[in-house]
């Protein structure tokens, strides 16, 4: 995703010192791997830098750095906010450095102040920035708010299906599609779960072919597991692939259509579904999708998501789903076998327990006016299944278990591998 840097300042400070500081500051972020909308100009008036402001946004950035190479008076940069103040914006100013044996300073950190003083007084959000190119912290600190603000910009270019819709009575997954939409940010294209049956029928021989192959490639099925249950599955995945193409993100609402009147849980088709780059969940729990496909794009990973099953005194909590898992995170035999008996439910489910790691959890609550962000890091530890069946992994977290239960908004969690609290810090003030 691009990301808008716009130098300014006063033609009477203009000088090669600022020009070598302010190309040092791009290269630096170009480095870090941000891709940067720059026109090499520092910007001395008010014209310029509403005329710049304007061609970056037509390059579709997500964010905007406004770096005073030297000193600026107020309008100059106001007039570049007027054209960028509805997407992210941050100010990044240079305090003293060396320069030919000596300190010297552009008026960049004075500018810095100044400006953040008047943004905060008009009530502009915005980020500030404080460090000389070449400063480490300063570059990570940079690439928090860019990766923030680029998932921003997707989510609210995202669409996420949804099969069915509310499962099992489960209020917190439930939600508001005109909140949703204006505070976060994903659009949801809903359609009921007969029409997948549909779909299922009239999958090919050759496509149902193609399927098998691609879940023998990335698991064992028992010997138990019938034929026409394992077809069943396929072509639900097959069906679910076609109609999904233009999505971002699906939930299936499983539970009890398929799960009962079909007799085929969908595991296995969203567990495959996953691996070819879709964010996919169950039981209609959209908040926890949203999540995920946060997860996703921060990260550029595959995310999971289990339900909170248990947490132990020290703090190690069980997230397990019933029998969706990505056979990308997934560890030892992945095995494909009858789902697990005792409920009712028919179908086929993944049984192997997820890879060890540290991992990123979260869940985006939605309020009565708006959203929360219940999100921490841990560890993932080796873990058993889960009564014998189900996938699981115990996650020791940083949090005190009853600092997690505190904050419970729901059973179901997003996860991902790696750690992305900074980013979720940020992308929450921006949202």
């Known amino acids: 995703m691009k990301t808008g840097f716009i130098a300014v300042g006063h033609s009477d400070y203009t000088s090669e010192m600022a020009l070598v500081k302010t190309r040092e500051a791009v290269a630096n972020l170009k480095d870090a791997g941000i891709e940067i909308v720059f026109d090499g100009i520092i910007h001395t008036d008010i014209k310029s830098a509403a ?15 406004i770096f005073p190479s030297t000193w600026v008076e107020c309008p100059v940069v106001m ?24 300190k010297e300073s552009t008026g960049s950190f004075v500018s810095m102040a100044m400006l953040s003083g008047a943004f905060k007084k008009m009530d502009y959000p915005h980020e500030v920035f404080s460090g000389n190119p070449g400063d480490e912290v300063v570059n990570n600190k940079i690439k928090t708010f860019v990766n923030a603000a680029s998932t921003r910009y997707a989510l609210k270019r995202s669409i996420v299906g949804l099969v069915g819709y509310s499962s099992m009575g489960i209020y917190t997954g439930m939600f508001d599609a005109p909140m949703l939409r204006k505070k976060l940010g994903p659009e949801v294209i809903q359609t009921d779960s007969y029409t997948i049956i549909d779909m299922m029928e009239k999958v090919t021989d050759a496509e149902l072919e193609n399927a098998k192959s691609e879940l023998l ?10 034929n026409e249950s394992l077809e069943k599955s396929l072509r639900m995945y ?6 999904s193409s233009e999505f971002d993100a699906i939930n299936v609402k499983c539970q009890y259509e398929f799960s009962k009147l079909l007799g085929m849980t969908a ?5 495959l579904l996953a691996g070819c780059g879709l964010v996919t969940s169950c039981e209609g729990d959209i908040p926890c999708t949203v999540s995920m496909l946060t997860l996703k794009l921060l990260s550029g990973s595959i995310p999971a998501y289990g339900d909170a099953l248990d947490i132990s005194k020290k703090g190690i909590v069980k997230f397990s789903p019933c029998g969706i898992i990505p056979y ?8 494909v076998r009858n789902f697990m008996p005792g409920y009712g439910f028919n179908g086929i489910q993944n049984s192997f327990p997820f890879k060890e790691g540290a ?12 959203y929360h962000f219940i999100y921490g ?20 977290l940083e949090c005190s278990s009853e600092d997690f239960i505190k904050d419970f908004a729901g059973q179901h969690y997003a996860f991902v591998y790696g750690d992305y609290t900074a980013e979720l810090a940020m992308l929450e003030k921006l949202l």
């Open 217 to 226: 490639g990335k698991a064992s099925v028992d010997d138990d597991v019938k």
């Open 238 to 243: 097959c069906a679910l692939k076609e109609w």
């Open 51 to 65: 005329e710049n402001s304007v061609t970056m946004l037509s390059e579709k950035i997500s964010s905007v750095i």
């Open 377 to 396: 890091k841990g560890e993932g530890l080796k873990t058993e299944l889960r009564q014998g069946y189900m996938p699981a992994l115990d996650v020791q």
């Open 79 to 102: 007039a570049a906010v007027t054209e960028f103040a509805h997407i992210p914006f941050a100010i990044w100013g240079m305090g003293m450095f060396d320069y030919e044996g000596k």
């Open 267 to 271: 595991c296995v088709p969203l567990s």
């Open 359 to 370: 991992v990123t959890y979260l869940r985006i609550a939605e309020d009565m006016d708006g």
């Open 328 to 335: 990308e995170l997934g560890t030892g035999e992945k095995r």
